[in-house]
């Protein structure tokens, strides 16, 4: 068993540089949505300031990606909110084994974002179009429930083999 937990640990700079393009990604998306903001804003009280139609549209749009994307992060991180008052009153092994089954909840969580988000932007979303941009496909604005569901199993498959290399390293131990 420890050599397949080997191969596993020699993937994670695999996820090392995925976790740092999407938070990359974020950052570029708050900087996006705090300049579109300003200008808006900036735009309704300064009159050489363009306040444009489209830029409540596209900071919702942008909020959205940035809220499931660093859901995922917050996920490899393990800094999601979860219940802990009764880890120390379990026994260890119960503790790991209920973690395990919440990670593959969350796993399918992640896999019905992927089919279900991805059917909706797909059909839904390429029908419609923004109302303050009519060339602008409204797929963009379904889109980041398919993108979050893959950066999800993706972090989560790496919490996963964590949990489970826990509980047989644990028992190993004993």
């Given at each position: 068993?420890?050599?397949?937990?080997?191969?596993?640990?020699?993937?994670?700079?695999?996820?090392?540089?995925?976790?740092?393009?999407?938070?990359?990604?974020?950052?570029?998306?708050?900087?996006?949505?705090?300049?579109?903001?300003?200008?808006?804003v900036a735009g309704r009280y300064i009159s050489f300031i363009p306040d444009?139609?489209?830029?409540?549209?596209?900071?919702?749009?942008?909020?959205?990606?940035?809220?499931?994307l660093s859901a995922a992060l917050a996920i490899?991180?393990?800094?999601?909110?979860?219940?802990?008052?009764?880890?120390e009153k379990l026994s260890r092994n119960l503790v790991i084994s209920l973690d395990i089954l919440?990670?593959?909840l969350v796993l399918a969580l992640g896999i019905v974002m992927i089919v279900v988000g991805g059917e909706y932007a797909i059909t839904i979303g390429a029908k419609g179009y923004y109302p303050s941009m009519p060339t602008l496909s409204r797929f963009w604005m379904y889109f980041p429930i398919p993108l979050a569901g893959v950066a999800m199993v993706i972090f989560q498959l790496e919490v996963l083999f964590q949990n489970i290399k826990r509980f047989y390293i644990d028992k190993e131990e004993s």
């Open positions: 068993m420890p050599k397949f937990f080997n191969t596993l640990d020699r993937v994670k700079p695999i996820y090392d540089i995925a976790y740092k393009v999407i938070l990359l990604l974020c950052k570029i998306l708050l900087i996006g949505d705090i300049l579109i903001t300003t200008m808006a444009p139609a489209w830029s409540e549209q596209i900071v919702l749009t942008l909020m959205s990606y940035l809220t499931v490899r991180k393990r800094t999601h909110i979860r219940m802990v008052a009764f880890d919440s990670d593959i």
